[in-house]
């Protein structure tokens, strides 16, 4: 389906959705690129865009908090949708104030996202395409002895400068007390931060969250790759657990999980 198609049909869901919501997040075209906006009825909607991608629940989880009452709706991606339905477990989003207006990835932008789901369930505009079963790079890690694996990891943290981007761009990091700026955990001043501490931290609260919109990687100026480790978490945790981040507002995250089996905040 081309551009020209998909933003037709993303400009009749928008209209349809502002007709009962406050306000629908969506991208505006703006001097050459495009930026998140919040479309409210009447608006021309002639410079509404579909790429580039965008993590848009961290922003509806900012207009959740400083409007409560706000019927939003949102164009959203697969990721987005995976996103938002782990923040509403969370109680970061109420999601029965917000209507998924769901934009289809193209087979292209799932290889290149290695994406296994590049579609919401809420599918509105586009087409659902197949997506990639299994980060490739995984298999190619776990051909590695324990040694190389460990060197190879060692050379990619090295790299890193301690730029917060991962976790400033993640859309499930939320805490307002961040662990990875607490000098018990993450020394302050030292580059590259210590082995292994910053990036096993990050990737152990990804443990049944990460919601894999690849969003840290595209971020990393350090070219780590992040989503590597993270994808090998989200496939252990659903063969441990059963259980797929984003997968459905009913299932329950395992780390989530009190003693006596009920969630704790």
């Known amino acids: 389906m081309d551009e020209q198609t998909l933003l037709a ?17 969506a991208l505006r075209a703006d001097h050459g690129g495009a930026v998140p906006h919040l479309f409210k009825s009447g608006d021309d909607l002639s410079d509404l865009a579909i790429a580039p991608r965008y993590p848009m629940a961290m922003i509806v989880d900012t207009l959740g908090d400083a409007w409560p009452e706000a019927r939003l709706g949102v164009v959203a991606r697969g990721c987005d949708e995976r996103a938002l339905i782990e923040l509403a477990k969370r109680h970061q989003v109420n999601l029965d104030n917000v209507t998924v207006i769901g934009l289809a990835c193209s087979a292209e932008q799932a290889i290149e996202c290695r994406c296994a789901k590049p579609y919401p369930d809420a599918l509105v505009v586009g087409q ?17 002895s324990y040694g190389q694996r460990f060197a190879f990891w060692s ?62 990687e595209d971020a990393c100026p350090a070219d780590i790759p992040l989503t590597t480790i993270y994808a090998a978490l989200h496939r252990d945790t659903a063969e441990a657990f059963g259980y797929v981040a984003g997968h459905s507002i009913d299932e329950k995250p395992p780390l989530l999980l009190s003693l006596s089996g009920t969630m704790e905040d």
């Open 9 to 25: 049909g993303l400009r009749t869901a928008v209209a349809d959705a502002l007709a009962h919501a406050n306000g629908v997040l």
């Open 128 to 144: 659902a395409v197949e997506g990639i079963a299994q980060d490739p790079r995984i298999a190619e890690l776990e051909a590695m």
């Open 155 to 216: 050379a990619q943290y090295e790299k890193c400068l301690k730029c917060y981007g991962c976790r400033n761009i993640c859309p499930v990091c939320y805490c307002p007390t961040c662990a990875l700026e607490s000098d018990l955990w993450v020394e302050t001043g030292v580059l590259a931060p210590p082995f292994p501490s910053y990036h096993m931290i990050k990737a152990m609260h990804m443990v049944g969250r990460c919601i894999a919109c690849r969003e840290c």
